[in-house]
């Protein structure tokens, strides 16, 4: 437990407070938008890698996956989209051969996770995201690299303006 608080200290996630213990930390606007640079430069190198490497059963996997996406959009169920969107995502980082890439995208997703909290309020930023996610997967299926880093930087861009006009820029946002 004193490893695992460490590690979530070390990664900014958890602050030691006097008399309180250890709280979550509260991300300022700044912090939010470094987080996503740095996932939106890491997942367009994995993707640019994956396009090159990617098996038709990771496809298949993407291509279950998405279609899971497109019934959660349908059913307007953004707790399971989000869930589905980390899945789709992380598979793409999977399809790559850098295992530590990998494990660094993991990590920027588990530290931004809450962000799946806030997009579930309103899904009327889903069909965007579907067409975002088809158009990986198109590029993906015909290893065009170019195209789905260009998608996927729009996608992380997009998402992030969303986020920060719905997070309350005067308090900190929780991770």
């Known amino acids: 437990l004193r490893e ?12 030691y407070e006097t008399h309180k213990g250890a709280v979550v930390s509260r991300l300022s606007t700044l912090e939010i938008e470094e987080l996503f640079a740095i996932r939106e430069e890491l ?7 994956a396009a090159t490497t990617i098996t038709p059963a990771q496809l298949a996997e993407l291509r279950r996956l998405l ?8 059913k307007g169920d953004a707790v399971a989209y989000g869930r589905l ?5 992380l598979a793409i980082s999977e399809a790559q051969p850098y295992r530590k890439l990998s494990a ?6 588990d530290s931004t996770d ?5 997009f579930s309020v309103d ?8 067409a975002e996610h088809e158009a990986i997967y198109s ?14 930087r729009v996608q992380k861009q997009r998402a992030l303006r969303w986020l920060l006009e719905h997070v309350d820029r005067e308090a900190p946002v929780e991770s």
């Not at 997942?43 to 890698?49: D, P, S």
Request: hydrophobic fraction near 40%; glycine fraction near 6%.
């Open 4 to 15: 695992g608080i460490k590690r979530l200290q070390a990664e900014g996630l958890l602050e």
């Open 43 to 49: 997942e367009a190198l994995a993707l640019r890698q």
């Open 67 to 74: 279609d899971e996406m497109v019934a959660a959009e349908q």
């Open 85 to 89: 969107n980390r899945e789709f995502h």
């Open 104 to 109: 660094m995208i993991r990590n920027l997703w």
């Open 114 to 118: 809450w962000c799946r909290r806030i």
């Open 123 to 130: 899904e009327g930023y889903l069909p965007y995201s579907t």
């Open 139 to 152: 590029a993906l299926e015909r290893h065009d690299a170019a195209t789905g880093e260009d998608v996927l």
